[in-house]
Structures are given as C-alpha cells and as structure tokens.
C-alpha cells in the first residue's frame, strides 16, 4: 500500500541520510522484511521522509509536495529546521515544532515537544548529536542542548544544557550527570 | 498567487481596521518588507486563523466569506480562537495545539506561542488579558483571572491568581519573580 512512496527515495539526493534514518529507526522498533516501506506506513516518519526530500532536490520537492496530499504526514508535526543530523528518531511526534538552528545526529524526540524561538525574531536553539526530546519537552530561545542531553517531560528549557546531563523542571533544572 | 481569492475576505470584511492592525504587527516581526505583505501572510496557516476570526466577528458578508474559505484554505490544525474579544494586533508563534477559549478577553498587541492555553478551569468567567501581554510556550491561563498590561508569562508557567500590569510570572503554579 505504501510502495508508491518507494520511488522518492530512489529520486532522493541525499539517499544516505535517509539510509541512517531507517537503520535508526528500525533499531528502534521492529520492522518488516523491507525497513523503509514499513516505516513509511507510520505518518511521523513519513513527516521525515518528505523533509529529506524536501531538502534534496527539485525532483525531491515535486514528488514530496505531491505524495503529501495522499499519504498524510503526522498532525502538527513541523520540522522547520533544515539541518537535520541523520537517525533523528521521532515517538509518535503530534503537535510537534522542531525549529532549532540545527539538530545533531541521532536524537530522538516524542509528542508536543517545542523548540523555537522565544521572540518573534529571536534567536534559536541549537540540538547536538544524540540528544533526547520528551513529551512534551520545551526548549526556548538562543540557547544550547549538547551532545548527549536529555530534557525530561514538561520540563522547559531556557538556559544552555552541559553535554550528557538530564534536566527537569519548569525552568529546567541538572537532576542528572 | 495560489492564495490572492482570499484578499476578497478584507474587502468585505466590517473591521479592516483589526485586520490592518494585525497586519502591521506581523510585518514588523516578521520583517516582511513593504509589498505584498497580507498575500505573504496568506500563506501562513496560523495568521489565516487569526484572520478567518476577524471575519467571523464583524458583519456577515465575512462570516460567510470565511466560512467557504476555511474549507479550502485551511487554518493552523489545533489553533482555536474563540474568544469574545481580541484587540487589534495579536501575533501567534507557530499556533499548534494553542487554544483562546470562549468568554476570554484579549487587548492589544499580545503575543501568544506554542502549546499555550487560556481558558475557563471551574469558574464560570474566563481570563481577562490586558494589552501588550507576552505568553509564552506552553502556558496556561485557566479561570477567573485579570493579567496586567505589559505582564510577561513565562514558558510553561501555569497562572491561576491575578498577574499585575508589568510582572513576570515563572513556575507551577506561577508566581512573580520580577516587577
């Protein structure tokens, strides 16, 4: 049911941060015979598809803008950023702005999560690599998320997080590392 | 332009002026430039919200309009403005999963960003917002409730006690950290 989406990764510049995406995902969670056409059929990580192809090419563009109308992404879910690392892993992911600087590899986030600017025209946050996002969690303003972070749900972010701590709270405390 | 058939709304809508209000505010924190800013705005879902409420609000030629317009042009999934009153020049950030609930009161030039909620809790009166008011992501505003002028909510605070004109407010449940 999902094959018709197949040919958008054939077409797709940057196959290899799809390839990563999938190999990611699938350590995640159990997939079938073929990986990708599994995965397709989960709405949130169609939303990642179309970035990838959005973001690589006007082959990509065109067959992402037109895919979209009959496959749905996930409700809600704006990925704004255009730098994503590869292997972001996204948890169902409603309601859901990612619009950091940019992302690292291999992060991981779940459902209403924010990361945007505070002010209209303010700065944003940046994410690195292995970073994870829960429910729920929001980071606001120029600020920075290091490798290895967790945000624990409705905590809320508003100052930079050192490398591999957790932080919880509202505003969002070291309760870990 | 794909979105130039919802021009028509302003030219039959009853308050231009709210709209031109909202307009301007967008412009200026968007820096959208001089030309063409209402078709650019058009484009996106959450100032469509806003504006399919100043024509819901003001004369019926607009609630009409906005009504077929809705259908095609849709607004910010899980943005709803319902409220009684909203003072000229309101900017929304993002709008997801953002609610203004009916009977609340909104005065000029706030600002409202993701995730937040203002509406009734038990009490039968909504919130009362001043003007100039900032609410930051993710907080909520619930029951009878007067915010200031000029108030700053921060991200995730959870207010149930009045919040004097020109405070901060941090925290579950919010208290004032600066004045």
């Known amino acids: 049911m999902y094959l018709p989406l197949l040919p958008g990764y054939l077409i797709a510049k940057r196959r290899d941060l799809i390839r990563r995406d999938v190999a990611r995902w699938a350590s995640e969670m159990s997939v079938g015979r073929i ?49 994503i690392g590869p292997g972001l892993f996204i948890k169902h992911g409603q309601l859901t702005v990612l619009a950091a600087r940019t992302v690292g590899a291999d992060c991981t986030i779940f459902h209403h999560v924010v990361v945007d600017a505070a002010e209209p025209n303010g700065g944003r946050p940046q994410i690195g690599s292995g970073v994870m996002l829960r429910t729920r969690a929001i980071v606001l303003g120029d600020v920075e998320v290091a490798e290895g972070a967790q945000v624990a749900a409705a905590a809320v972010v508003v100052d930079n997080v050192p490398p591999r701590t957790t932080v919880a709270g509202v505003p969002a405390r070291r309760i870990r590392g | 332009m794909l979105r130039t058939p919802l021009l028509l709304g302003y030219l039959v809508a009853g308050r231009r002026d709210l709209i031109s209000a909202d307009v301007e505010r967008w412009r200026r924190e968007q820096n959208l430039g001089d030309r063409r800013v209402l078709l650019k705005l058009l484009s996106q879902p959450e100032f469509r919200s806003l504006y399919y409420f100043r024509l819901r609000n003001a004369g019926s030629a607009g609630r009409l309009f906005q009504r077929i317009a809705r259908v095609i042009y849709r607004g910010q999934t899980t943005l709803y403005l319902l409220a009684s009153e909203i003072g000229p020049g309101l900017y929304i950030q993002s709008g997801l999963a953002t609610g203004v609930g009916t009977d609340t009161t909104l005065g000029a030039n706030c600002t409202i960003g993701q995730h937040v909620m203002i509406a009734h809790s038990n009490s039968r009166r909504a919130p009362r917002i001043g003007n100039g008011v900032r609410i930051m992501a993710g907080a909520l505003i619930l029951g009878d409730v007067d915010i200031g002028d000029g108030a700053v909510i921060s991200p995730g605070a959870v207010v149930l006690r009045n919040v004097p004109a020109g405070a901060t407010v941090e925290g579950v449940p919010a208290r004032q950290v600066e004045t």
């Not at chain 1, 990580?45 to 496959?71: D, E, M, P, Q």
């Open chain 1, 35 to 83: 990986p990708l056409l599994s995965l397709l059929a989960l709405p949130e990580f169609r939303s990642l598809f179309y970035h990838r192809l959005r973001h690589g090419g006007s082959a990509g563009r065109v067959f992402a803008f037109l895919a979209r109308i009959i496959y749905r992404p996930q409700l809600g879910l704006q990925l704004k950023t255009v730098e």
